[in-house]
């Protein structure tokens, strides 16, 4: 016997179909979003879905090789895969189509990611990212406006009270293998960092514990964290990073005095590709992340420096930043009888702000089919007829 068909309504984990009205609430979140980075420079550009392995998965798409689905392209049977993120293909657009373009380089973008875990078990697996990158600078008043731009661009969409947790992926183990604490830095190591379990770290890297205990106590609120790290002796590399973090710090408090800023030393769960300062967005008062930037190296492009540009960007996961968002009430459904004129009808409804949804049975009762198609209201005697609650 061979096997039932599956529902037709099942789909694999981790993907979902957007219903209304989160479709619609997602998509003005994205146009608000995109308006605003219009604003301040950023010019959208559209990569395609897929894209040959070796292009993506080199420089900054090379940590998300676990993540990346792969397929055979049978017209030139090389292997592509399917973006599991944006940003390495600005990059690379960035350095190959737009090499000659002056710098710095300010881009923005919209689009589907697919990814093979999301991450973490039951996670959404397909994402809409919107995002900006700004390549060709290494001066921290490009990592500044990245992060103001972030967080306008959240507010912009109606997310309240955003707050900026900025980090410094690898500076810990990066300090406890300077100061020959560790010799190398291990997965065992990672998982003990990432849960910020000092017996764990104790037990795997015991000359470390009292360094990374003193990092992990030293985050918080953005002043306090600076005044703790002071105490703290650090290696020159990790110095450095503490001192641009700190520039970074003053120029957002410049122009943004009232945004909430949080500083973590040992972050760096899903910073893989990020080289420097680093930052999650998140609405206080909602869990999980609404977005994550940082500063990473892009490619070669021709004739510039053979270590790459440097670059620094965010990118705003839709879905999430659609639910924290304040709810506008959605423009009232108004009921168009068969045989209205549609044209003068339909400008009067926009008009009021209303939408407009036409009846195409004439023998149909205008009041009942309006109700049963859940309208607010009814294009009556040459105007809006809402009805009454209850």
Request: glycine letters at 10%; charged letters at 25%.
């Amino acid at each position: 016997m061979s096997d039932p068909l599956p529902h037709s309504g099942l789909l694999p984990t981790g993907l979902i179909d957007a219903l209304p009205p989160d479709a619609e609430r997602d998509s003005l979140a994205a146009e608000r979003a995109l308006n605003l980075l219009a604003a301040y420079g950023y010019q959208q550009v559209s990569p395609p879905l897929l894209e040959f392995e070796e292009s993506f998965l080199s420089g900054a798409g090379e940590p998300l090789a676990r993540e990346t689905f792969r397929i055979m392209d049978p017209a030139s049977q090389r292997m592509l895969v399917l973006r599991s993120d944006m940003t390495p293909q600005i990059s690379r657009i960035a350095a190959s189509r737009l090499g000659n373009v002056p710098r710095p380089l300010r881009l923005c973008y919209i689009g589907q990611v697919l990814r093979v875990s999301g991450g973490r078990p039951g996670a959404e697996r397909q994402l809409r990212q919107a995002g900006a990158e700004l390549i060709g600078s290494s001066r921290p008043e490009a990592d500044a406006e990245i992060i103001l731009l972030a967080a306008a661009a959240l507010r912009a969409i109606g997310v309240e009270r955003v707050a900026v947790d900025l980090n410094v992926p690898h500076m810990a183990s990066s300090a406890a293998v300077a100061a020959g604490l560790i010799d190398r830095v291990t997965q065992e190591f990672l998982d003990a960092l990432d849960r910020k379990d000092i017996s764990e770290i104790g037990r795997v890297a015991p000359k470390a514990a009292d360094l990374l205990g003193k990092l992990i106590d030293a985050g918080g609120d953005a002043d306090s964290a600076l005044s703790s790290i002071d105490k703290v002796q650090l290696d020159d590399g990790s110095a450095k990073r503490v001192n641009k973090l700190r520039t970074i710090v003053d120029l957002v408090r410049r122009e943004s005095p009232d945004l909430s800023l949080t500083i973590d030393y040992v972050e760096h769960r899903g910073f893989d590709y990020y080289s420097d300062v680093a930052f999650s967005l998140f609405a206080k008062g909602r869990l999980g992340e609404l977005g994550r930037g940082g500063r990473y190296q892009a490619p070669v492009r021709e004739g510039g420096d053979s270590h790459g540009e440097p670059a620094v960007g965010f990118s705003l996961f839709m879905s999430a930043v659609g639910q924290a968002a304040q709810h506008q009430v959605p423009p009232s459904r108004v009921f168009l009888p068969y045989g209205i004129n549609m044209m003068k009808a339909r400008h009067e409804i926009r008009l009021a702000g209303c939408v407009a949804v036409s009846g195409l049975d004439p023998n149909l009762d205008p009041y009942q089919e309006a109700k049963r198609l859940e309208c607010q209201g009814l294009w009556h005697g040459g105007k809006i007829e809402f009805f009454k609650e209850g």
